[in-house]
């Protein structure tokens, strides 16, 4: 099930793809416009103009995307094809990995690549598919056979068989186009209504993707997915606030005039962690929960978190009572296993229960080590 599209995360910025879609596309109609009444929008007449002037001017598309291609051609030794898709209006391209070909089937790997024309936006995943050759009763003269594809899995980031040819085609779309930034799966698989044009044909759980949005009807595709959903992410990351910034200062500041004794009232950098086997879980819930990157406890009733995967900090109240360090007893605390002068570990313990969800006892053991500032600097 896809998910509703949102601009803006504690880390991360997409309101340039909102942007475009509000320039671009009718989101705002109460109702939707059919393939005739989209005609007369300004949007789709920008878009019509933007196709007309890269796409259909000859000389404009050799220098620009004819260039592209025979760039890639030549640095990833490849076959790569490349034409226009103008539902996006983008340039929609493959590069092809493997093909095994017989007398009545063929199955092909190869990276698809999507270039937008409404905005810096690129995106990249493999594909997996197969085409059976079959027989078909047909009454016009000469057509015997037809040939029927299906889409089997899309890789959403570079692992697997993919990874090498991934990483490579990202990198050049990226030396070729700076400023364009990569949209993750997961963002371009989100909606917003009224992107689709009306289609009865159409399987409405597929419609109205950011990915359909930007890149056009080629873009999606109905199957399963596998590698990582986020993947490119890391193009989005927001600015840090004005308050924000003042706890990244002060976390540096207790870096560099933090406590020679055994305390753990400093600042903690995340070393490795493992789930605890003794966890067990009742009730229907799928669980799952951040871990700290970084823990300042320099203050005594205030800490400043940094969790994986971000980069903003947030603050918060704590207090530390039997070795246990309570941030949010209700939801969860942490129990000091083990304290040197510079190393802290942590049992993350969750205590949360409801008439539906039992969820109580130590799930994850978290090693830290005390913080040096060019682990900010990094």
Known sequence: MLFPFRPYYRDHDFTLIENAIKEYYPIDQAERLTSDTIQAWPGFKKRGALANSEFFDGKAFDKKWGKLVSHLKKNLKRPVIAYPDLTGP?????????????????????????????GPFFSIYGMDKSTAILPIHSMMEGIQKRHFTTTHVLTTSPIFEYQEV??????????????????????????????????????????????????????VHECDTRGDED????????????????????ISQHISYASTEITIHKVWKLKESKQLDTFTKSGNLMFGMETFEMIDLTDKLEAILIFRGREAPSCTNYNVRDNIIEINPNYFSLRIVDLTRDSLTLHLTLNIEDQKVLLKGEILEMKFVQAKNEVLDA
């Open 166 to 219: 991934f990483t490579a085609l990202e990198n050049e779309i990226k030396a070729y186009l700076p400023t364009f930034r990569f949209v993750p799966y997961t963002i371009g698989m989100s909606t917003m209504r009224n992107i689709s044009v009306e289609d009865e044909m159409r399987d409405f759980r597929y419609m109205d993707t950011i990915y359909e949005g930007l890149f056009g009807n080629l873009s």
């Open 90 to 118: 983008s340039l929609y391209g493959e590069v092809l990995l493997t093909e095994n070909k017989a007398p009545d089937f063929l199955r092909q790997q190869s990276l698809c690549f999507h270039i937008s024309l409404l």
């Open 231 to 250: 993947y490119g992410i890391e193009d989005w990351i927001r600015r840090l606030d004005e308050k924000e910034k003042s706890m990244m200062g002060l």
